[in-house]
């Protein structure tokens, strides 16, 4: 596993095609290394674009703080 930092959240898109938000939280152990917490967030949306914007007002969530899994084809 890499020691850089994962970007606090990440946006999928689930098998219904809805849009999803894993918010990520990064600890370091005592050596330096990451341990990274993830939380799937119950809210579903038609856009990549509203959930940012739920990003946005709830978490305080900027630009650059996305990953973004790309979908299956």
């Not at 098998?15 to 579903?44: A, C, K």
């Amino acid at each position: 596993m890499s020691r850089e930092a994962v970007r606090p959240y990440l946006i999928s898109k689930d098998d219904e095609g809805n849009f999803r938000l894993t918010v990520r939280e990064t600890r370091y152990n005592s050596q330096g290394y990451p341990l990274v917490t993830s939380h799937l967030q119950d809210e579903t949306f038609k856009s990549a674009a509203a959930v940012r914007n739920f990003a946005r007002d709830v978490f305080k969530a900027e630009p650059g703080q996305y990953d973004q899994l790309k979908s299956r084809s």
